[in-house]
């Protein structure tokens, strides 16, 4: 029925497409805002608690996610009745005593995990699939409206921004019939203030007519994958556009190499902010005006782990999340698929928040390249690679074996050789003595959710050198 729906859609002319949405955004306004006042309110008094209330909070919260998992959620409840049988008295009121959950149970049954006092009706939606593993979330209105209400403060009013204000997202959403080469490639939906760009028709012969849109729709911010914001500044630099000035521009889904923020920030003269999070909604995090990034500590209870052991704070470590944000379908443990670093405990920022610090985002463990001594190189750990003047519009780095790596890339001009030489030195100083071929190429695809992989591993794992201690 939904790909019915889609088609009529798509078969609309294009100002019949921005009514539709905008019905629906009227719809989702009121799903997401109804009554959201009050807890906006909670959240900007909860921004000015110390680090010490905060601990205290969560450690409660933790505590009554894991009682109501146990008892009402039903592939927890088998669980532990399981082992009990087997004569184990272990506690599940200790975080320890829970294994780490994979992504694959939730994806084949995702119901199992529904607590059985789920209220309401719920809205189901589907992760992006960026590790090969789209999994369904279900989540009820209250969940809904809370995890809203944490977006427009932290993702709007830290930045003296508003819903109300007019903005642009430049997402995966298929707003635009594929095979359309004509703009727009975009649609207004008046109920949510927003301008949809399809990040999906972004090329060298559209982005000018992106570009317009911003201007013509006045948007105040803008809002998209790392990538695609980078493609839409470089343009703009380039035709020198004058009239594209922001408060905002929040970058998410990708990581922020220092050369896109930089490109970002002059193309349309505002400040740039990260952001991090998930479909799963098991964690997220937002940055302050000093740049540091601060962790929502409603999303979730967040574990970094080197295998079996916590990691060091200060280290890269694997996520593990229990989910206390949505108790519809709580997550214990759950093995995200990223690798970061988290602050020291009591890690003071100058914006005086008492929210965690979150040091960086390393990247997923789906995007890791090894070394030649097979230590792992995340996206963070690759930043500055092509952080110089290039003409590059889009790289990708493509590990064929331990011993080669593909630098894949899109460019405007001519590569001089001295730039060529400066990305395969930096591509060695992070990967050791490995054979660097540099290839020119027209497009590079965009995965799962319209997210461009930076780094690509084609190395199977039993190809990979173990390295004698692992940076995570």
């Known amino acids: 029925m939904r790909g019915f729906w889609v088609s009529l859609y798509q078969a609309l002319p294009p100002p019949a497409r921005s009514l539709a949405a905008t019905i629906e955004g009227y719809r989702l306004r009121h799903r997401r805002y109804s009554g959201a006042e009050r807890l906006v309110e909670q959240i900007e008094e909860r921004d000015r608690w110390t680090a010490e209330q905060w601990a205290a909070w969560s450690r409660e919260q933790l505590a009554r996610t894991l009682h109501h998992a146990a008892t009402t959620v039903p592939y927890y409840r088998e669980y532990w009745a399981a082992r009990r049988r087997a004569g184990d008295r272990s506690s599940w009121e200790t975080l320890a005593h829970w294994p780490p959950l994979e992504k694959d149970p939730v994806r084949r049954n995702p119901r199992a995990f529904l607590a059985e006092n789920a209220r309401g009706r719920l809205h189901v939606t589907t992760t992006s699939g960026t590790s090969g593993q789209a999994i369904q979330i279900w989540a009820g209105r209250e969940t809904e409206r ?74 105040r911010y803008l809002w998209g994958h790392s990538s695609a914001l980078y493609l839409l500044a470089r343009e703009a630099l380039r035709r020198r556009r004058r009239d594209l000035e922001l408060a905002m521009v929040m970058s998410a889904a990708e990581p922020l190499p220092g050369f896109q923020r930089k490109a970002i920030a002059a193309a349309f003269a505002c400040p740039v902010r990260e952001s991090y999070g998930m479909s799963e909604m098991a964690a997220a995090a937002s940055e302050c005006e000093h740049g540091r990034m601060h962790l929502w500590p409603e999303t979730g209870w967040l574990e970094t782990v080197v295998g079996e052991r916590p990691a060091a704070p200060g280290t890269p470590g694997e996520l593990l999340s229990t989910t206390l944000l949505n108790r519809d379908q709580p997550l214990v443990r759950y093995r995200v698929g990223d690798v970061l670093v988290l602050a020291a405990p009591g890690a003071r920022c100058p914006c005086g928040r008492g929210l965690p610090i979150l040091d960086r985002v390393e990247g997923r463990l789906s995007d890791c390249l090894y070394a030649a001594d097979g230590r792992p190189v995340t996206a963070a750990s690759a930043d500055g690679i092509f952080d110089c003047e290039t003409p590059f519009t889009a790289v990708q780095l493509v590990q064929e074996s331990l011993g080669r790596v593909r630098v894949r890339f899109v460019a405007d001009g001519v590569v001089p050789e001295s730039v060529a030489r400066v990305i395969e030195g930096r591509v060695r100083e992070r990967l050791g003595e490995v054979e660097v071929l540099l290839e020119r190429t027209d497009h590079i695809e965009r995965g799962a959710g319209g997210k461009h992989r930076m780094m690509v591993c084609l190395v199977p794992p039993g190809g990979r050198t173990p390295p004698a201690t692992s940076s995570f």
Do not use: C
Request: glycine residues 6%; aromatic residues 18%.
């Open 146 to 219: 809370l995890w809203y209400a944490l977006t427009e403060v932290r993702w709007r009013r830290w930045y003296g921004l508003t819903r109300h204000d007019r903005w642009a997202l430049v997402g995966a959403r298929m707003v635009a019939p594929l095979a359309q080469r004509r703009p727009p490639f975009w649609v207004w939906n008046g109920g949510l203030k927003q301008l949809y760009l399809s990040a999906y028709h972004l090329a060298p012969e559209t982005i000018g007519h992106y570009l317009d849109a911003l201007a013509h729709y006045r948007v």
